[in-house]
């Protein structure tokens, strides 16, 4: 059984950083592809950013150059950091694993506001 338990999410201003945090539970992490998507109120959930086993990464291209996705298999955890924030970055942020299936935690909500 897969968990994933997303964290770092809250207020920030325009212009500021932000990094959330997604700690997988189980086996297969390391052979798994990772990935962060998001929901604003209103529209369909979109993919932000993606990183495969071997570290291969990809973005949206509303993110490209402003957020990173980065992996720690040590500890089963998945990094997305979040530099340069617009409000219409707004929205609830979901982590997913996607091996013999996908899986998803249970989002954290991101709120660039001044």
């Known amino acids: 059984q897969v968990q994933l338990v997303e964290s770092g999410g809250g207020l920030v201003q325009p212009g500021g950083s932000l990094r959330l945090s997604c700690a997988a539970s189980?086996?297969?992490?390391?052979?798994?592809?990772m990935a962060w998507y998001r929901q604003a109120p209103g529209k369909q959930r979109e993919l932000v950013a993606s990183i495969s086993s071997g570290g291969r990464t990809n973005y949206a291209e509303s993110v490209k150059g402003r957020f990173t996705i980065s992996r720690d298999n040590a500890k089963n955890t998945v990094y997305l950091q979040m530099n340069s924030v617009k409000p219409e970055d707004t929205a609830v942020y979901y982590c997913?694993?996607?091996?013999?299936?996908?899986?998803w935690g249970q989002g954290t909500q991101v709120t660039v506001s001044s």
């Open positions: 997913s694993l996607v091996s013999r299936g996908q899986y």
């Open positions: 189980g086996s297969i992490f390391s052979i798994a592809t």
